[in-house]
């Protein structure tokens, strides 16, 4: 049986955590490492990722674009040419955390290549040796092509819908998961301003424990990863299609740059968050 190859980009936790899941099911997997970092280079050679130039991304049998929101149109716009040149017609899913509006855009730059395109995301942690809390999902196509990846040891599951209905599902879900981080640190940070943090608290543990309990483990989890909810929450607001909604994800966009920077800088905000839950 030919041996199943797989090409991710980039290098990230998540590219190089999938990577990793993939290689030790004896799956190849390939990556393009012109330009990356040291850091990226390190992930890459630890997740068994072989790099290749761009011919080689393009005989791959699978693409998986798992990059930020922002490099997923230009990335595709990168690949594009190569892709239509090459012989080998690999399958491109795009599985950032974008809109729908946005995978659309991917789908069209893709399209002229005579690849077939995949909507495509991931809800969960990069997957380490002893989960399995990563699920990986996608739209518009038949679920044998993907079926690679599964056998790989990914957790697959289809969404029944057209190029947008993963992304769909993936910035719904993240709006929840995400969007009430967000509130319960500006509820936090807005309670401490007046000394009435301690006081909010207790009436948490009386009356919501079970919002207490996440929100507990979320909030100081998110301190590290702010700056890479910024443009997933700007996705959100494109998302929704509201201008209400719109201007609420936007602000939970804006709060995710202020924590992010606060992380790099005075930990003001995140002491008193993480405070909060040590009490």
Known sequence: MTKTTVAIIAQGAMGA?????????????????????????????????????????????????????????????????????????????????VSSAKVEQVAAVIAPTGCTFSDGGIIGPPPRPDTRNTIYFFSAIPADRVAPLAKGGLEVKMVNGPVGAASALKMSYAAIGKGLTALASASILMADKYGAKEALLEELQRSQPNILKGVSWSVPDMFVKAYRFVGEMEEIAEQSGRKSTAAIYNGIADLYREIAADQDGPKKDVTTLEQFFKK
Not at 70 to 79: H, P, R, T, V
Request: proline share 5%; aromatic share 2%.
């Open 17 to 97: 955590g999938t990577a990793a899941r993939l290689t030790s099911n004896g799956v190849d997997v390939v990556t393009w490492l012109e330009g990356r970092s040291s850091a990226s280079r390190a992930r890459a050679e630890k997740a068994g990722m072989r790099g290749v130039d761009l011919a080689g991304i393009a005989a791959a049998d699978i693409i998986l674009s798992i990059v930020p929101p922002s490099d997923a149109l230009a990335l595709a716009e990168q690949l594009a040419p190569t892709l239509k040149a090459s012989k080998s017609k690999p399958l491109y899913a795009d599985m950032n955390a």
